[in-house]
């Protein structure tokens, strides 16, 4: 399989910026997605890139290096309900939509 | 929420006994999957389809079976199950359009 590595826990204060990091092995690559989980329930769509750069979506940017097997999710002025889980997927193989998920990344926003 | 609906939502049953779990989508995608999470291994994949009749084994796919007759309905079966099955199931479908998966609601699956 291919491992995917973010780490487990990360706090933050509300209106700061944080940055979660994902590696992932690069063999195979068809690009790498982020998805917020709340507790108890699915995971959301947040940001897809496929090319190496930055994406920026309000107050989320998500961006990629492929040489590096390495992305990472931007959180700008953080709120409260950014509080949780930020899953880092990577499409792989030949088949459409078959990702291998990271852990997730368990955030917490204190005030 | 791309039209999509899971049924049970939630379920409680014993070791042995079998389980059908239902995904339903509205929206005629191609490609569904079936996940499943638990606390330090995140999301596995479980099978997958690419079209009626046409089903693959993902990363965990031991114990399970599935079945796709018709474009809207995914199916996962646990022919016995066992304890080590109770986790929560989350289908998804696949979006060419928007390059996104979309997850539906999720089953909360336990087997005593």
């Known amino acids: 399989g291919q491992n995917i590595d973010q780490p487990t826990e990360m706090t933050a204060t509300e209106g700061a910026i944080v940055q979660i990091n994902c590696t992932y092995q690069?063999?195979?690559?068809?690009?790498l997605f982020w998805y917020q989980q709340h507790a108890g329930e699915a995971p959301t769509f947040l940001s897809y890139?496929?090319?190496?750069g930055l994406e920026e979506k309000g107050r989320f940017s998500s961006f990629l290096s492929r040489s590096k097997g390495y992305s990472y999710l931007l959180l700008k002025e953080l709120q409260m309900k950014d509080s949780a889980s930020y899953l880092c997927?990577?499409?792989?193989?030949?088949?459409?939509?078959?990702?291998?998920f990271g852990q997730g990344t368990i955030l917490t926003v204190h005030p | 929420d791309a039209g999509i609906t899971q049924s049970p939502r939630h379920k409680v049953t014993e070791t042995g006994t079998p389980v059908t779990l239902r995904c339903h989508q509205t929206e005629n995608h191609r490609y569904m999957y079936w996940y499943r999470q638990d606390p330090g291994h995140g999301l596995r994949l479980i099978h997958y389809s690419y079209g009626v009749k046409d089903t693959d084994k993902g990363e965990v796919s031991d114990g399970y079976s599935v079945s796709r007759s018709k474009t809207e309905d995914f199916l996962l079966t646990l022919e016995s199950a066992t304890s080590s099955q109770t986790s929560v199931y989350f289908c998804?479908?696949?979006?060419?359009?928007?390059?996104?998966?979309?997850f539906g609601p999720g089953t909360r699956l336990t087997v005593l």
């Open positions: 890139n496929v090319l190496d």
């Open positions: 690069t063999s195979g690559f068809n690009g």
């Open positions: 997927a990577e499409a792989g193989g030949t088949s459409y939509g078959k990702l291998t």
């Open positions: 998804a479908i696949w979006s060419g359009d928007f390059n996104e998966q979309f």
